[in-house]
């Protein structure tokens, strides 16, 4: 496989001494869709900034395309489009107008960017209200409409920063058939990031887990749940006798670590979390072990390996989700295409 990305010992330091990417080293092979999964302030969005030319890196070594990000930084403009967090759309201008617009800030005219711009609005199922302001879009609309004005130009690959925070379960699983659909027929190689694990489980071919300006693993995301190898049962404590949490978690991995078939015992914000294989036989044993030493189980449950398990076990801590409250919106001066 040819690689469109190659970062290599990647490193950025804001001004405020700031250390937002510690060092990372990764590639992305043509047509393959990778994400970054990890929590906010991870570095992820610092990175894609850095490989789509709107932040000068530190020091390391980042190619896109085969062109050095600074050295090449316009070369790469012309082959890439960047989906912000942000919706970047002219809510005075109707979707049709939006797209237009975008096609002739890429000196795109005539017959060509009309079949571009019909097309498009096919692929993200806004044919019927093209001709409807923006303003009057729903979230989920005005995310496909801002998907749609950065592929205009033909993008070869495609970075998109947490493309469906702040939408509903229904337009996000909309929004995840559009990507796939984009990688599948028209070879996008595509670069995610986002918090949501089930998005990258779905969507990524191969991904990064990041956390704190590193990469803590790296693979397919069968094959780092595949490291877990066993059931995970996660444990919280009523804060019994005037024990501490701290207390707690430390008489309960006492506990747990005499019974049979526990493969491991990790901390986790509210409790402990056990692995074992065959997870469900051992429940009893968990039940019975913790009511012979007094200690009452405030909750109980078992899983499969998630890439939740994974972050967990390289970082001791779980992902947390946070939704934002609103979508961003933005006019004509918002727009930080490229």
């Not at 995610?192 to 990041?210: P, W």
């Amino acid at each position: 496989m040819t690689e469109v990305i190659s970062v290599k010992d990647l490193v950025m330091i804001y001004p405020d001494g700031t250390k937002a990417v510690d060092g990372v080293s990764f590639h992305v092979d043509d047509g393959e869709f990778f994400g970054f999964l990890g929590p906010n302030g991870a570095g992820k969005s610092t990175t894609i900034k850095i490989l789509t030319t709107l932040l000068h890196k530190t020091s390391g070594e980042a190619k896109v395309a085969g062109y050095d990000v600074e050295k090449g930084a316009r070369e790469i403009r012309k082959i890439v489009g960047l989906q912000a967090q942000e919706t970047v759309i002219d809510w005075d201008l109707t979707g049709k107008e939006n797209l237009i617009l975008e096609g002739n800030l890429h000196q795109m005219r005539g017959k060509g960017l009309e079949e571009r711009v019909k097309e498009l609005l096919k692929i993200v199922g806004l044919e019927e209200v093209a001709d409807k302001r923006a303003a009057f879009y729903s979230g989920g609309m005005k995310k496909r409409l801002d998907l749609a004005s950065v592929l205009v130009h033909r993008p070869k690959i495609l970075f998109l920063d947490e493309p469906t925070t702040g939408l509903d379960p229904q337009s996000r699983a909309g929004m995840w058939d559009y990507l796939r659909q984009l990688n599948r027929d028209e070879k996008i190689t595509i670069f995610l990031t986002t918090q949501y694990m089930e998005e990258a489980d779905r969507l990524c071919s191969r991904l990064s887990i990041v956390d704190l300006g590193k990469i803590v693993a790296q693979g397919t995301p069968s094959d780092l749940k595949g490291e877990i190898g066993a059931d995970a049962i996660n444990l919280t404590f009523e804060n019994m006798n005037g024990k501490d949490s701290n207390g707690l978690k430390e008489e309960g991995k006492k506990i747990l670590g005499g019974l049979r078939g526990v493969t491991d015992i990790v901390n986790s914000d509210m409790g402990l979390t056990v692995y074992a294989k065959n997870g469900a036989y051992l429940i009893p044993d968990i039940v019975r072990a913790f009511d012979e030493a007094q200690i009452r189980v405030a909750s109980l449950n078992l899983s499969t390996p998630t890439l939740d398990d994974v972050f967990l076990k390289h970082t001791g801590k779980r992902i947390r989700v946070e939704e934002l409250s609103k979508q961003y919106g933005g006019g004509m001066f918002g727009r930080r295409r490229r």
